[in-house]
């Protein structure tokens, strides 16, 4: 929803954005350097960005380099999206009692969130964003989750390159970005085009010094894009690999897989969309109280799938198979399309270097998408 | 706004052993609005938590017309389903429910009705015969069928002799290996069906239990002109939201707490016996 016209922001400006977000209530957001890794962490002033850093992907690997410009979002991605923002890792959910005459107390455990404006998000966080809403808004309402997702404030910024891992072409969910933020970005050698995406963006827009675009700046905001669709390398093999998964079960590939497969989860951890999770039960010490709280599971677990003693899933090879065809298949049937947005973190964060684009086109191969 | 996650208190009014370590709990809500508000549908599963200890998805065996106790029959396999089995009387638990899809009892009025169960005394398929007993003039013929390993895994013996007693009802019992007076068949459960007397073209099925009897009882029945679409399964898998979100309990593109438990057979026939799923 374009609610004004694109207007540009001077880099030696960009703090105006964090001071406006910051000034509206917010907690803000962006891009940091730590351990090596962009992760997303508390911004209060534009000298905290990464500035002249890119990202080299590849299956298993990723590092960071200082370039030798002065832009601040070169970068692709690192290990998170938002999910950790909305889908905490760990959350209480409620808390009992039991009185001495043996009643139990059920207590509800309010959500908390604040107001967080996040600055750098990309076109398949976003489109993520909203297969996570999908799960947790829009059947049953997931009261943290709504919560959480209420005080966001979006601020995205169009891709200008590609990792060797990215494939979102191939999922149709970027590298541009088309709805789902407050504000859209596009990063320039001297500063940004500055696009609203909601209502909510006029007020902060209001506090920046804005000035008008050539059509030259528009024309170079769109090439960039274009040069980061054109640097995918990786793809997957169709938009829709539903029937072609649930045809292939018994293909010795899941096999093959099986014995690069460590089972460890990175894939889940670093997975936009991924939503499994456990809740624990936890009683106080005296006895007289227990927390009841959840935290992200994964289906690579043993006891992802443990029923009375007996493990539905018991090897690599049925849990990698579970991942794929629930991740490629069965979203299918459960929201209306594939869960994955080709960020490509399972790729660059598996240890192993395990390739999805490359498992589901082995797997699919000969088969019509 | 709720939690969806947060359980409802109930009192135990009644522990009941059922032998082969199986008890039924009579369970109430404690809160009265709540109590007037919870219905179900026999099929239907609720959380049951424990304190201190946990959930564990148990499905309802009462009748859904009888809401002051809500019956659960228990076998005690797990961590918390251990605990839940030797729960006394007054005691406190937490319930959340009822969850999923029941059996499709208000399609398949006027039909021949089949119950098929294997292993220990199947709970959800008890419910659909009570139900059934209650409003007998809605359904034809009852054919009930039961397959144990052992015969002295039978719980409720009674029950099923005061069944085969009732008009237009037929009972049959197998035990893969019998003890001495074990009056009926012995062998698995799937060969009952040579026996069972019931309109093929106009009946259905509802089956719960292992799942290599599910299938081999449904390919049976196929093949003797039962229709994939009359036959109905009971599915279990690890249920532990209730409602979709925690995605333990999928099987293939499905939630078995929310698109099951029950499901028409020619919704997963595809899929059953898949190992890994």
């Known amino acids: 929803m374009a609610t004004t016209l694109p207007r540009f922001l001077r880099r030696e400006d960009f703090q105006q954005l964090i001071d406006a977000l910051r000034a509206a209530g917010y907690r803000c957001l962006g891009p940091r350097v730590k351990e090596g890794a962009i992760v997303f962490d508390t911004l209060v002033a534009m000298d905290q960005l990464p500035g002249g850093y890119r990202d080299r992907q590849a299956p298993g690997e990723y590092h960071l380099e200082r370039g030798d410009d002065g832009r601040l979002f070169a970068w692709v991605n690192g290990p998170q999206a938002l999910k950790p923002l909305t889908f905490t890792p760990r959350e209480t959910l409620w808390r009992a009692e039991r009185r001495d005459d043996g009643t139990l107390h059920l207590q509800d455990v309010p959500p908390e969130a604040e107001p967080l404006a996040v600055i750098g998000i990309r076109s398949c966080d976003l489109a993520a964003l909203a297969l996570q809403d999908a799960h947790f808004l829009h059947k049953t309402v997931d009261a943290g989750y709504r919560a959480r997702r209420e005080k966001l404030f979006l601020v995205a910024m169009n891709c200008s390159r590609s990792a060797a891992t990215c494939f979102c072409v191939s999922t149709g969910d970027g590298p541009g970005v088309h709805e789902g933020a407050d504000l859209i970005l596009s990063e320039l050698d001297d500063g940004f085009i500055v696009q609203a995406g909601s209502q909510q963006a006029g007020s902060i827009l209001s506090r920046l010094s804005l000035h008008p675009l050539s059509r030259e700046q528009l024309g170079q905001a769109e090439q960039e894009i274009q040069t980061a669709a054109d640097q995918q390398q990786r793809g997957l093999p169709g938009r829709n690999l539903r029937d072609s998964l649930f045809a292939n079960l018994d293909h010795p590939r899941w096999s093959e897989v099986a014995e690069r497969c460590l089972s460890c989860g990175n894939c889940v951890s670093v997975c936009p969309t991924c939503f499994c999770h456990a809740t624990r039960e936890q009683p106080a010490l005296d006895g007289t109280s227990t927390e009841h709280s959840r935290q992200w599971d994964s289906c690579y677990t043993a006891e992802h799938s443990y029923i009375h003693g007996l493990l539905i899933r018991a090897d690599t090879r049925t849990r990698y198979r579970q991942w794929l065809t629930h991740k490629l298949g069965g979203w299918h049937d459960q929201y209306g399309r594939s869960g994955c947005v080709g960020c490509g973190r399972c790729i660059t964060w598996c240890p192993v270097g395990i390739d999805i684009t490359e498992e589901a086109t082995a797997i699919c191969a000969g088969e019509d998408p | ?277």
Not at chain 2, 67 to 87: F, K, P, W
Not at chain 2, 179 to 201: E, I, K, N, Y
């Open chain 2, 1 to 277: 706004m709720s939690n969806a996650y947060l359980p409802y208190q109930a009192e135990v009014l009644k522990q009941v052993p059922e032998g082969s370590s199986m008890v039924t709990l009579g369970l109430r809500l404690t809160d009265p609005a709540q109590r007037q508000r919870y219905r179900f549908h026999p099929g239907q599963f609720n959380m049951l938590y424990v304190y201190g200890v946990g959930e564990v998805a148990i499905s309802l065996s009462s009748d859904p017309d009888q809401l002051d106790t809500l019956e659960h029959t228990i076998r005690a396999v797990g961590r918390v389903t251990r605990v839940l089995s030797a729960i006394e009387p007054g005691s406190r638990l937490g319930l959340r429910g009822p969850y999923g899809k029941g059996w499709p009892l208000d399609q398949v009025e006027g039909r021949d009705i089949v119950v098929l169960t294997g292993g220990l005394g199947c709970a959800p398929v008890v419910s659909v015969i009570n139900y059934i007993l209650q409003r007998r003039e809605r359904f034809r013929r009852l054919v009930i069928m039961q397959g144990v390993k052992h015969s002295a895994d039978l719980i409720w013996r009674e029950r099923y002799q005061s069944w085969a007693k009732l008009p237009e009802t037929q009972v049959l019992l197998a035990a893969d290996v019998a003890g001495s007076g074990w009056p009926w068949h012995v062998g698995r459960a799937s060969t009952l069906l040579d026996g069972a007397q019931f309109d093929v073209s106009n009946c259905a099925v509802m089956m719960c239990g292992p799942e290599p009897m599910m299938i081999g009882s449904a390919e049976s029945l196929v093949e003797r002109g039962v229709p994939d679409r009359d036959i109905w399964l009971s599915m279990e898998r690890n249920m532990a939201c209730g409602f979709g979100a925690c995605g333990h309990c999928q099987f293939g593109p499905y939630f078995v707490c929310q698109d099951g438990p029950v499901f028409n057979y020619s919704d997963i026939k595809w899929l059953l016996g898949n190992k890994g799923f």
